[in-house]
């Protein structure tokens, strides 16, 4: 009796559990591959900025705070809340001012200090834009959570 490779075939292809599992792992596979190499790397660059921002706040922040025991405890949540916000956007101008420094003259100046003079290692104008945006709506959960 010959053997009947459709059948066996379309035993394969009904068998929709494999498939789906094989499916389900590589969706896990790829998402935890873009949370280890961008996820991860946004969010502690959006810390460290964060960090920084915190530990040196801009003079106004730090007027505000040294009024804010002087209020009621209504005034000093709206100061939490205001500095809070204004350390965000401290935070946000940061990052907007370090991807306007990255130009290619700049680019070019910090690879030739670093040692590298491949061109094509550098990051382009359009990734520093990038990072700049995610680092800021990343920040902004930092923030505001």
């Avoid at 059948?7 to 394969?12: M, N, R, V």
């Avoid at 991860?40 to 900025?49: C, D, F, L, S, Y």
């Avoid at 204004?86 to 680019?107: C, D």
Wanted: include cysteine; proline fraction near 3%; glycine fraction near 2%.
């Amino acid at each position: 009796m010959e053997k009947n490779t459709i059948y066996h075939l379309a035993k394969t292809l009904q068998n929709t559990k494999e498939i789906q599992d094989v499916f389900s792992n590589l969706q896990h596979t790829i998402y935890d591959m873009v949370e280890k190499n961008y996820l991860q790397k946004i969010q502690t660059a959006a810390r460290t900025e964060r960090d920084m921002t915190i530990e040196h706040p801009s003079k106004e922040v730090t007027l505000l705070r040294a009024f804010a025991p002087f209020t009621d405890e209504k005034g000093q949540k709206r100061i939490q809340e205001l500095c809070r916000n204004m350390l965000f956007l401290q935070a946000m101008g940061n990052i907007q001012q370090n991807v306007a420094q990255l130009t290619e003259k700049e680019l070019l100046l910090a690879a030739r200090s670093a040692g590298n003079t491949s061109q094509e290692s550098l990051p382009s104008p359009a990734s520093a834009q990038l990072a700049g945006i995610l680092m800021t709506w990343t920040l902004f959960s930092e923030f505001h959570s």
